[in-house]
Protein backbone atom coordinates (compact mmCIF):
# COMPACT_ATOMS: atom_id res chain seq x y z
CA UNK A 1 0.00 0.00 0.00
CA UNK A 2 1.37 3.66 -0.84
CA UNK A 3 0.24 7.48 -0.38
CA UNK A 4 2.02 9.92 -3.05
CA UNK A 5 1.14 13.56 -2.21
CA UNK A 6 1.83 15.93 -4.87
CA UNK A 7 0.88 19.41 -6.36
CA UNK A 8 2.29 21.79 -3.73
CA UNK A 9 4.31 24.43 -4.29
CA UNK A 10 4.54 28.57 -3.42
CA UNK A 11 1.59 30.77 -3.48
CA UNK A 12 0.83 34.29 -2.32
CA UNK A 13 -1.44 34.97 0.27
CA UNK A 14 -4.90 34.51 -1.04
CA UNK A 15 -4.26 32.17 -3.38
CA UNK A 16 -5.83 28.85 -4.45
CA UNK A 17 -3.59 25.58 -4.92
CA UNK A 18 -4.91 22.40 -5.43
CA UNK A 19 -2.95 19.02 -3.70
CA UNK A 20 -3.86 15.67 -4.47
CA UNK A 21 -2.83 11.92 -2.89
CA UNK A 22 -2.85 9.23 -5.44
CA UNK A 23 -3.76 5.88 -3.79
CA UNK A 24 -2.56 2.44 -4.18
CA UNK A 25 -2.21 -1.24 -3.38
CA UNK A 26 -5.86 -1.20 -1.35
CA UNK A 27 -8.93 -0.81 -1.98
CA UNK A 28 -8.92 2.92 -2.17
CA UNK A 29 -13.05 3.33 -1.73
CA UNK A 30 -13.50 1.18 1.38
CA UNK A 31 -11.54 3.46 3.73
CA UNK A 32 -12.63 7.17 4.84
CA UNK A 33 -9.66 9.17 3.88
CA UNK A 34 -7.82 12.51 5.54
CA UNK A 35 -5.25 15.38 5.10
CA UNK A 36 -3.09 16.47 7.08
CA UNK A 37 -0.17 18.94 7.93
CA UNK A 38 3.26 19.41 9.55
CA UNK A 39 5.49 22.17 10.36
CA UNK A 40 8.71 21.05 10.67
CA UNK A 41 9.44 20.92 14.40
CA UNK A 42 5.81 20.61 15.50
CA UNK A 43 3.39 17.79 15.90
CA UNK A 44 1.07 16.50 12.73
CA UNK A 45 -2.22 18.37 12.73
CA UNK A 46 -5.46 16.73 11.28
CA UNK A 47 -7.06 18.76 8.68
CA UNK A 48 -9.88 17.02 7.33
CA UNK A 49 -11.70 13.99 6.34
CA UNK A 50 -14.22 12.62 3.75
CA UNK A 51 -16.06 8.99 4.48
CA UNK A 52 -15.87 6.45 2.22
CA UNK A 53 -18.15 7.69 -0.51
CA UNK A 54 -17.61 10.98 -0.50
CA UNK A 55 -21.04 12.20 1.25
CA UNK A 56 -19.48 13.77 4.22
CA UNK A 57 -16.58 15.82 4.79
CA UNK A 58 -15.52 17.48 8.28
CA UNK A 59 -12.95 20.00 8.68
CA UNK A 60 -10.81 21.54 11.25
CA UNK A 61 -11.53 24.99 12.56
CA UNK A 62 -8.43 26.68 11.13
CA UNK A 63 -9.39 25.81 7.48
CA UNK A 64 -13.45 25.27 7.33
CA UNK A 65 -14.74 27.59 4.43
CA UNK A 66 -11.88 27.67 2.75
CA UNK A 67 -10.76 23.95 2.43
CA UNK A 68 -12.52 21.12 0.21
CA UNK A 69 -12.04 17.64 0.31
CA UNK A 70 -12.97 15.22 -2.56
CA UNK A 71 -12.10 12.02 -3.52
CA UNK A 72 -12.19 10.18 -6.98
CA UNK A 73 -12.49 6.44 -6.15
CA UNK A 74 -12.60 5.69 -10.00
CA UNK A 75 -9.11 7.22 -9.88
CA UNK A 76 -7.78 6.17 -6.00
CA UNK A 77 -7.28 9.31 -5.56
CA UNK A 78 -7.62 12.19 -2.97
CA UNK A 79 -8.19 15.91 -3.39
CA UNK A 80 -7.71 19.11 -1.45
CA UNK A 81 -8.85 22.04 -2.49
CA UNK A 82 -6.89 25.30 -0.62
CA UNK A 83 -8.36 28.59 -1.46
CA UNK A 84 -8.01 31.80 0.45
CA UNK A 85 -4.78 30.46 1.88
CA UNK A 86 -2.60 32.11 4.46
CA UNK A 87 0.87 31.98 5.32
CA UNK A 88 -0.09 30.02 8.82
CA UNK A 89 -1.13 27.64 6.34
CA UNK A 90 2.52 26.57 5.09
CA UNK A 91 3.32 23.34 5.79
CA UNK A 92 3.90 19.71 4.58
CA UNK A 93 0.79 18.30 3.34
CA UNK A 94 0.08 14.45 3.57
CA UNK A 95 -2.95 12.14 3.08
CA UNK A 96 -3.79 8.56 4.60
CA UNK A 97 -6.25 6.47 6.26
CA UNK A 98 -8.28 7.56 8.63
CA UNK A 99 -8.97 4.29 10.28
CA UNK A 100 -5.36 2.03 10.19
CA UNK A 101 -3.56 4.65 8.57
CA UNK A 102 -0.41 3.17 6.65
CA UNK A 103 2.87 4.40 6.07
CA UNK A 104 3.09 8.40 5.44
CA UNK A 105 3.80 9.30 1.97
CA UNK A 106 6.68 12.17 1.60
CA UNK A 107 4.13 14.50 1.31
CA UNK A 108 3.77 17.69 -0.81
CA UNK A 109 5.31 21.48 0.37
CA UNK A 110 3.06 24.20 0.63
CA UNK A 111 4.33 27.54 1.12
CA UNK A 112 2.00 30.43 1.27
CA UNK A 113 4.53 33.87 0.75
CA UNK A 114 4.24 37.11 -0.68
Known amino acids: AQLVESGGGLVQPGGSLRVSCAAS????????MSWYRQVLGKEREWVAI????????YYADSVKGRFTISRDNAKSTLYLEMNSLKPEDTAVYYC????????WGQGTQVTVSS
Open 96 to 103: NRWNFPIR
Open 25 to 32: GFTFGDYD
Open 50 to 57: IRLDGRST
